[in-house]
């Protein structure tokens, strides 16, 4: 039996109110589509476009998606968390009718509600511990400007549930 940390529990209150941007991934794999939520999504670089996540070594569609060279990279708005409940539910039906999707020209799985997403390609990974954390070079995508894409808008995970940015803005005013 693991031991736990000694700082495990501080790390696990500290992050519970850090709030986080909430993105799907998805890829298509020899095993066919999968999808996850994550909110460890980072920036990396503006150029080359590259971001960062981390994979739970636990999850199967994490171990799924690190056999793919392409995913899709979705940035979930407020409107999208019943998408990111789906894709954080282990053993859910992601591919299924309730959620609209297509496959781009180069095969991967896009959920095409979500207005804001990124093709990438597989640019490296670093195991560590429990944990996998992904780089990916972005390739292509779309992200509506302006008003289209209100920031206000945007899902964050703080405190174990889904809110609106908007939402925590007004409550610091």
């Avoid at 670093?126 to 400007?145: K, M, N, Q, R, Y």
Wanted: hydrophobic share 45%; glycine share 6%; charged share 20%.
């Amino acid at each position: 039996m693991q031991q736990s940390h000694p700082v495990s529990a501080a790390f696990r209150e500290a992050f519970r109110y850090h709030p986080a941007g909430v993105a799907v991934i998805t890829a298509e794999t020899e095993t066919g589509p999968v999808a996850l939520t994550v909110s460890s999504l980072i920036s990396v670089s503006a150029e080359p476009p590259i971001v960062a996540f981390s994979l739970a070594s636990s999850s199967s569609s994490a171990a799924a998606l690190l056999t793919a060279k392409t995913m899709v990279v979705h940035f979930l708005r407020y409107a999208d968390q019943d998408l990111a409940r789906l894709c954080a539910t282990s053993g859910a039906e992601r591919f299924g009718p309730t959620e609209p999707w297509e496959r781009l020209e180069t095969g991967e799985p896009r959920y095409s509600r979500v207005a804001t997403w990124f093709r990438a390609r597989l640019h490296g990974t670093l195991p560590v511990d429990s944990a996998t954390i992904v780089s990916a070079l972005l390739l292509e995508g779309h992200a509506p400007p302006g008003p289209a894409n209100p920031a206000g808008e945007s899902l964050v995970y703080l405190d174990r549930r889904w809110h609106r940015l908007r939402d925590a803005i007004e409550d610091a005013a």
